[in-house]
């Protein structure tokens, strides 16, 4: 119901103007074209010195946005930009723990630990996991699944990290993930598994298999081979400089705060690919790595290849994905809800000349 809640939103500005939030969320539609008066109002707005930061930084994104779409790139990244810097102050972030976190990660779980834990998780193969880093399709391949007869599409779900957080009870000196892990008997495991899947239950409508598409859960795929390996990962990947720099424009509502910088962002995107890639090595085939590209690309050949994947048969309505009616609560809502484009490959290179900083960072796993 696009165009009441597009109404709803002016509605709001008309009663109250310097209401940023309601710009903001008109331009993170993404398919929403403001009218030239919106524009100058907003842009009013910035120049006001009473306007707070929160109000001035969805402001920022908006007409960055609304930039893009005109494909006037450098004052988009203008906006962007400025956005960014004030949203980076509010965020608490350490890179420095998320490089440490890869690490135990990697130490723990090696191809022993997996070996020494085989058969002790559940054989329940419902949950279809997607991947990977924020605004790199992973919102497409939900709808693409979510649109088959039996799949139930869900929505970003936090029950993975919420268990992987009580697995502590079970740990004597409550030790953090994944240490705590070491101290589990044989029967946690399974319980593990039992209380995701309990506590998953609400969301699904009966059919056999249900979708948990939560980016950040990429960390949790160890944990997930051996509690439920029957369980499906579906990795989405994008450009790197499109995932990075899609999600350096994306203004989050909450969470991602590695998001608002380019040398943090940067760095992030490389532990996500150093982690993926010890999950390949480790746990070769339980991870399937999909490319935005290539379903823009090939469709009926992505969509054959992931059913394959999830031992699905065929489902016309996977090819029709953006006809299909369900609540879509992500920044591609509206996006997913047209047919296939490809205006979003490649988009980084309308920006090239200001992202030296990043692609200096990615250049080891970059192949321009």
Request: hydrophobic share 35%; with cysteine; net charge negative.
């Amino acid at each position: 119901r696009q165009e009441e809640g597009v109404a709803m939103y002016r509605k709001a500005i008309a009663t109250k103007p310097d209401h940023s939030e309601a710009y903001w969320s008109l331009a993170n539609l993404k398919t929403f074209r403001f009218e030239e008066h919106e524009i100058q109002a907003m842009e009013s707005l910035l120049e006001s010195v009473e306007l707070e930061d929160s109000a001035r930084v969805q402001i920022h994104n908006a007409l960055g946005l609304q930039n893009e779409a005109l494909k006037n790139y450098d004052q988009a990244f203008f906006h962007f930009d400025n956005c960014n810097q004030l949203r980076r102050q509010e965020e608490v972030y350490d890179p420095v723990e998320t490089e440490s976190g890869s690490d135990r990660i990697i130490e723990i779980f090696n191809q022993q630990f997996f070996d020494e834990h085989r058969g002790l998780g559940s054989d329940d193969d419902s949950p279809i996991f997607i991947v990977g880093l924020p605004r790199s399709g992973s919102t497409l391949i939900e709808q693409i699944l979510a649109s088959h007869k039996l799949v139930d599409g869900t929505h970003e779900l936090g029950d993975l990290p919420r268990v992987a957080t009580r697995i502590r009870r079970f740990s004597k000196s409550r030790s953090r993930f994944p240490e705590n892990l070491l101290e589990l008997a044989p029967g946690n495991w399974k319980s593990i598994a039992d209380d995701y899947i309990d506590s998953t239950r609400k969301y699904r409508a009966g059919a056999p298999f249900f979708i948990d598409k939560n980016p950040n859960n990429f960390i949790f795929v160890g944990l997930l081979h051996v509690i439920m390996p029957g369980a499906k990962i579906i990795n989405a990947i994008r450009h790197p400089l499109d995932s990075c720099f899609g999600a350096y424009k994306q203004l989050f509502a909450s969470g991602q705060p590695f998001t608002y910088d380019f040398t943090e962002l940067g760095e992030y995107y490389l532990q996500y690919q150093r982690l993926m890639n010890h999950w390949h090595e480790v746990a070769p085939g339980f991870v399937l790595d999909v490319h935005y590209e290539n379903v823009v690309g090939d469709l009926d050949g992505q969509v054959d290849r992931i059913l394959d994947f999830c031992r699905l048969p065929f489902d016309e309505s996977c090819l029709r994905f953006h006809e299909t009616e369900r609540a879509v609560k992500t920044a591609s809502s509206e996006q997913v809800r047209k047919p296939i484009y490809s205006s979003s490959v490649n988009l980084w290179r309308n920006y090239e000349g200001h992202l030296d900083e990043l692609i200096e960072i990615l250049e080891p796993i970059l192949q321009l």
